[in-house]
């Protein structure tokens, strides 16, 4: 079983950055990958990004490529979002979720999900 808590979201306007952090509770968190996804009112939850349990891959969807970046600090048990150059668009609660496949990139592989940070970009 893993646990997973984020934080960081919040109410900014377009153009601004924010940083979501999702802190786990294992220490074999080092063995799983990593993904956020997010999902806005009315829409289906949506892959944003991924990274391997190494942090040697990183994978992001079209729509955030170039303005967000994914990382993870293993020995803090802990993944983030880098959100950069944020737009309205963008606003969605937004959760990451863990998962032993090497199916990175689909939603019903992650088996641990956390409870999801508000992210509200204003225009």
């Known amino acids: 079983q893993v646990q997973l808590e984020e934080s960081g979201g919040g109410l900014v306007q377009a153009g601004d950055s924010l940083r979501l952090s999702c802190a786990a509770s294992r220490r074999t968190f080092s063995s799983y990958n990593m993904g956020w996804f997010r999902q806005a009112p009315g829409k289906e939850r949506e892959f944003v990004a991924a990274?391997?349990?190494?942090?040697?891959?990183?994978y992001y969807a079209d729509s955030v490529k170039g303005r967000f970046t994914i990382s993870r600090d293993n020995a803090k048990n802990t993944v983030y979002l880098q959100m950069n150059s944020l737009k309205a668009e963008d606003t969605a609660v937004y959760y990451c979720?863990?998962?032993?496949?090497?199916?990175?990139?689909?939603?019903?592989?992650?088996?641990?999900w956390g409870q999801g940070t508000q992210v509200t970009v204003s225009s």
């Open positions: 979720a863990a998962t032993g496949s090497g199916r990175i990139l689909s939603k019903g592989a992650y088996t641990y």
């Open positions: 990274i391997t349990w190494s942090g040697g891959s990183t």
